[in-house]
């Protein structure tokens, strides 16, 4: 069934487009040929335009001054953004400078090279563990919540240096929050009830600052905790912001990754063997993945003044959504942009964002599905599809929330 381009237009402020990856991305083709800023008024939300090309969507971000991140960061039903209900939650993707500048610096020392080596070997343990992990399945799992789901949460709870018994609670409630709309993770049903979720974060939080003040450790919770802005240190309800913003970015979006990752690997039994034979491919295969999935599906930036975007006269107080998926699949930056291809050199993909805001776990990131597919794929004698694999419905974060497969895992790696 073609798809006219108001439908499309539609389909980003809809979860369940998100789970027909055939039909978004055909309604995201026509937009960026037809109407690549394109005005949506959907049901239930604010007018926004869509933008869909890539250049559009690196010319918004670049410009910090002309499109905030405030008063709405990311695409929420209107009644949600009358009551404000976010308020209270101020992370650094809802910020702009001053502020935001001064922010992120308190956590960006945790994601430099340097911090990022150190957690590197952690990041392989944790990897060979999750693959044993599998390897005691019994030849049969739901990869996508038996492994890919934890093995990122635990990587962010070891940077962030929280005990491993508290694993099961983070995972949780960050499912709970970008699973918001999604029935069979949303609490509720789906009902939307993010508020909810972000006070159980907070309680968690709040204590967890408490014991970092009371005795500072060596982990990114207690930088946090004991950050000081202008001499102060920083309030309870940013010090809770900035704890659950590095504990919900950097799960969903890396464990959907790796689940369409694989899944993806699957679908192109030639480039998962061009991978196995030549593993120094990985850096740029995880890249594909990481381009291919686009777990990140929008946020948005609202103009500061009256402006003119792809010939379209866009008002001061308009807002922008800038997808993501539809950007790394734009036929003017990728060759070839529908073909999986672990090899894709040069690949300038939009996944992780662009300019001031740039995904600040964007290298550990990489790490992380570089290592679990350079411990997984030489221990596989064999993986194929054991049933549907089933997305997530949002318009936020996600990707595959499901992704059965049989194979067979040697249980130690060969070397
Ligand atoms: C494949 C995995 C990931 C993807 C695709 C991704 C994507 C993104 C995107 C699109 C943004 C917004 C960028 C913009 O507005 O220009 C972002 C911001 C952010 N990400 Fe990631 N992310 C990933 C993993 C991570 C990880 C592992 C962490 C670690 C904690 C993380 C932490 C953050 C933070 C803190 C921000 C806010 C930065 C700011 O507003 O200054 N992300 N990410």
Redesign the pocket.
Do not use: M, N, S
């Given at each position: 069934m073609t798809v006219t381009i108001e439908q499309a237009g539609l389909m980003l402020a809809d979860p369940l487009s998100y789970t027909d990856e055939e039909r978004l991305h055909q309604g995201l083709a026509l937009l960026r040929r037809e109407a690549p800023v394109h005005f949506v008024q959907a049901p239930g939300f604010q007018p926004f335009y869509a933008v869909t090309r890539q250049v559009h969507v690196r010319e918004v971000?670049a410009d910090g001054a002309l499109w905030l991140s405030e008063p709405r960061p990311a695409l929420a039903p209107a009644a949600s953004e009358r009551a404000k209900t976010g308020s209270r939650v101020r992370t650094?993707?809802n910020m702009d400078d001053p502020d935001?500048r001064v922010i992120?610096a308190i956590g960006a020392d945790w994601f430099r090279p340097k911090a990022m080596r150190m957690l590197e070997s952690r990041v392989r343990e944790l990897a060979r563990e999750y693959v044993d992990r599998m390897a005691g399945l019994g030849g049969e799992c739901d990869f996508a919540t038996d492994v890919a789901v934890h093995y990122?949460l635990s990587v962010?709870l070891s940077l962030l240096g929280l005990p491993e018994s508290d694993y099961p609670r983070m995972l949780q409630l960050t499912r709970e929050l970008f699973g918001a709309q999604d029935a069979e993770l949303g609490r509720d049903g789906g009902k939307d009830n993010r508020m909810a979720v972000l006070l159980d974060f907070f309680a968690y939080f709040q204590e967890l600052t408490a014991a970092r003040r009371a005795r500072p450790t060596d982990d990114l919770a207690s930088a946090i905790a004991n950050a000081l802005v202008d001499g102060q240190p920083l309030n309870d309800v940013e010090t809770m912001s900035y704890y659950v913003?590095?504990a919900t970015?950097?799960h969903d979006?890396?464990s959907s990754?790796i689940a369409g990752g694989l899944q993806a690997l699957l679908q192109n039994p030639g480039e998962m063997a061009r991978l196995r034979e030549d593993p120094a491919l990985m850096p740029a295969a995880a890249d594909e993945m990481?381009r291919w999935v686009t777990?990140?599906k929008e946020?948005m930036r609202t103009a500061s003044a009256d402006t003119v975007l792809g010939g379209v006269p866009i008002a001061k107080g308009e807002s922008v959504l800038l997808s993501?998926p539809s950007a790394n699949r734009d036929e003017d930056v990728f060759a070839d942009p529908f073909t999986f291809d672990v090899g894709r050199d040069p690949n300038r993909h939009l996944?992780?964002?662009?300019?001031?805001?740039?995904?600040?776990?964007?290298a550990?990131?990489r790490i992380e599905i570089r290592a679990l597919f350079a411990e997984l794929l030489p221990r596989l004698e064999s993986i194929e599809p054991a049933g549907f694999p089933e997305w997530t419905a949002t318009t936020f974060v996600g990707g595959l929330k499901h992704l059965p497969v049989r194979y067979k895992l040697r249980a130690d790696k060969q070397r």
């Open positions: 971000e650094l993707v935001h992120r990122p962010i913003i590095i970015a950097g979006t890396t990754t990481i777990p990140v946020f993501y996944a992780f964002g662009f300019g001031a805001h740039y995904c600040l776990g964007a550990l990131a």
